[in-house]
């Protein structure tokens, strides 16, 4: 279950190049453009549904690589606040939030967290824009990488302290759709997200964005996330 809070969060986090990208291949302008034109896309959006393989690497202390893992599944987002992620490998579980309360369930464990959720849970978030919060250019530093080709890469840096580095988007310059996240922590740990067979306003079922703990599971209440 620890693993499983850790994806989560870092998917609130959310969410492909180093700050130490060349100069000459940040482009200010492009940067300010693609980063509005992302917004704009998700403004226009109630809601989307995406399958995706979620990468992520750690570092131990003293620099050695501590190996990937990865994982795969469905997640469904859904204005204002709400998702989904639906976990199938390497095992199954879930994590879903109607923007008041969050639930983490491990079904093998038969066990649920349950974690209210502060009114600014969402606040400096990568997903924020997603669930209809936010502006990336209020919240972020923008650079980006790639400009003029058919995918442009977003470096995102915290305006604000944080409890992680940067965050990186990987969006179509003309749509403004996100292909894939990446949130580097303040250790060097890095969690990708790509995203595929992406679906927008197919209008889900309020209902998937509550959890009802299936009989004999074992709910564990956490202290309310600070905003």
Not at 90 to 106: C, E, F, N, R, T
Not at 179 to 203: C, F, H, P, Q
Request: charged fraction near 25%; charge should be neutral.
């Amino acid at each position: 279950m620890r693993e499983s809070a850790c994806i989560v969060f870092a998917a609130l986090l959310l969410a492909t190049a180093a700050r130490s990208a060349p100069a000459e291949s940040t482009d200010s302008a492009c940067a300010d453009a693609v980063a509005q034109r992302v917004q704009q896309h998700y403004d226009a959006i109630r809601d989307l549904r995406a399958r995706f393989v979620q990468t992520t690497e750690r570092v131990s202390l003293g620099g050695a690589g501590g190996g990937a893992l990865e994982s795969r599944g469905e997640v469904l987002f859904a204005k204002p606040g709400r998702m989904r992620w639906s976990y199938q490998s390497p095992a199954p579980s879930l994590v879903v939030s109607d923007g008041k309360m969050l639930w983490i369930y491990d079904p093998q464990a038969h066990e649920v967290q349950e974690l209210p959720l502060g009114p600014g849970y969402l606040s400096g978030a990568a997903i924020q824009f997603l669930l209809g919060e936010g502006r990336l250019l209020d919240e972020f530093e923008v650079a980006a990488s790639g400009c003029g080709a058919k995918e442009v890469q977003l470096v995102l840096t915290p305006r604000r302290d944080s409890q992680y580095e940067r965050l990186e988007l990987r969006a179509d310059p003309k749509t403004g759709a996100v292909r894939e996240t990446v949130v580097v922590d303040l250790l060097g740990n890095r969690t990708r997200i790509a995203l595929s067979d992406l679906r927008a306003n197919t209008k889900p079922d309020p209902g998937l964005f509550r959890f009802a703990p299936p009989a004999g599971t074992k709910v564990l209440t956490l202290p309310q996330s600070p905003p």
